[in-house]
């Protein structure tokens, strides 16, 4: 079946439905993802982005059906990573004489990708280029996520082509905002954003706030991942308005790992203090939980309590991996606390707290260190600092 | 020596202030940063400064 977004704009794309782990193990897709690759039909057939190299008979399958993909004159390449360029050389085998189309990066970042012998012109904001009835221009944004990135918007039908920003790993047998539900929707773009664009926040803004400033009417914007927003588009870029502020609300995420259960003890006590001030949070061990998911509800939450067992005079191993990983998302306005427990000699809550600190991230009340097991006292302790820590939610 | 700016972020590298957070001594020119030295703020290469 034709997918349009506008006459003779046709998407292209591939539904992934079996991917669970992306960019190696970085993201869980649990929903799947989508590869959207766009085809528009003027006098010069253009094709905006690929997909993922493995599924690249599939794409030039969904172009068949529409015109002989030997046909395709240019191809707009927005992003260089692999999910995306992948089916360029399958493609430019087919159409060997197609114009290649993207920034300087883009160009560097192919060659190094794939060596091949494309006849590239190197764009930049505010190139136009006409197809015939239709006129592209070209926004750069790079670090939104790639040095390469770029936007590209179709004038006539007022699509914005902005490839990764604004996509969500979310297979459905649906490709429009108004088909799915809402809340699953928001819930993947809250992910993609937290995961994926959440250390460039500040270009974030800047650049929703240059395209308003371009004053350029946008009726659909078709991300490279997931439901094109066709029926609200205005309500994505508001939420990326405001995840860039790094705006929160009362909310705390506990996350913890324990070794033989003294931690969690004093977390679920913690926990209780938090629920007598009414304040939500959500509790995560971070040996049963998805990082991604917890990443996600960071990114609205103004509160981070973070606890270990100490091993080995340092925190447990996953926990650290988690700050590590914390530490590249750069998240602004938040206050954390820190909780754990040892045996002989502490060790894991001092560098926990050293490395909230490189999180960037203020530690809002003393922490909290028993030794062995906790006694009623110190439960009692891990109460009132949870209930504390609650208090100082303000936002 | 001169300052650079990131194209990308905005952001300013002083070479009177260096970059202590990353090791670079107060005093280093941006041409005797390390090759793999990137924007504290956004994280692009060296290639993407200009001065400023």
């Known amino acids: 079946m034709k997918i349009q977004l506008a006459d003779n704009v046709f998407w292209v794309g591939v539904v992934d439905w079996n991917v669970k782990n992306f960019h190696g193990h970085t993201f869980t897709t649990g929903r799947g993802t989508t590869y959207n690759a766009y085809l528009i039909v003027d006098e010069k057939i253009t094709l905006v982005d690929t997909v993922y190299g493995p599924f690249s008979g599939e794409l030039i399958e969904k172009v068949r059906e529409i015109i002989p993909p030997e046909k395709i004159d240019y191809i707009v390449a927005n992003h260089v990573e692999t999910d995306h360029s992948g089916a360029m050389p399958a493609i430019m085998k087919l159409c060997p004489k197609a114009k290649v189309f993207g920034t300087a990066k883009c160009k560097e970042g192919l060659y190094k990708h794939y060596y091949g012998d494309w006849d590239f012109q190197v764009i930049k904001t505010g190139d136009i280029l006409k197809l015939g009835k239709r006129t592209l221009s070209f926004i750069e944004a790079p670090m939104l996520h790639w040095p390469d990135s770029m936007f590209t918007y179709v004038k006539e039908d007022q699509i914005l082509l902005p490839n990764d920003a604004f996509g969500q790993h979310y297979a459905t047998s649906f490709r429009f905002d108004d088909e799915v539900d809402q809340g699953v929707l928001m819930d993947e773009a809250a992910k993609y954003y937290a995961n994926i664009l959440w250390p460039f926040s500040a270009l974030v803004v800047k650049k929703i706030e240059d395209v308003q400033k371009m004053g350029i009417p946008i009726k659909i914007i078709a991300p490279s991942h997931g439901i094109i927003w066709r029926k609200d588009p205005i309500k994505i870029v508001n939420a990326y308005s405001s995840w860039g502020k790094n705006e929160t609300k009362k909310k705390i995420i506990i996350v913890y790992e324990t070794m033989w259960g003294s931690t969690e003890k004093m977390a679920r006590k913690i926990a209780e203090g938090i629920t007598t001030a009414g304040v939500e949070f959500k509790f995560f061990d971070i040996n049963s939980s998805d990082r991604t998911e917890i990443v996600k509800e960071m990114l609205g939450a103004k509160g981070f309590l973070v606890g270990s067992s100490t091993h080995d005079n340092d925190m447990l191993p996953n926990i650290a991996g988690f700050l590590e990983f914390l530490k590249g998302l750069k998240p602004k306005n938040r206050i954390a606390g820190v909780f754990g427990s040892f045996g002989w000699a502490g060790g894991a809550v001092k560098n926990i707290e050293n490395d909230l600190k490189d999180v960037g991230v203020e530690i809002a009340q003393p922490s909290l260190d028993v030794q062995y097991v906790p006694s009623e006292g110190e439960l009692k302790k891990c109460f009132e600092f949870g209930k504390t820590f609650a208090d100082k939610m303000e936002v | ?52």
């Open chain 2, 1 to 52: 020596m001169e300052k650079y700016r990131c194209t990308v972020c905005g952001y300013i590298y002083d070479p009177q202030v260096g970059d202590v957070d990353r090791g670079i001594a107060a005093g280093t020119s941006f041409e005797s940063l390390p090759a793999d030295w990137v924007c504290p703020d956004c994280g692009v290469g060296k290639d993407m400064f200009e001065k400023a």
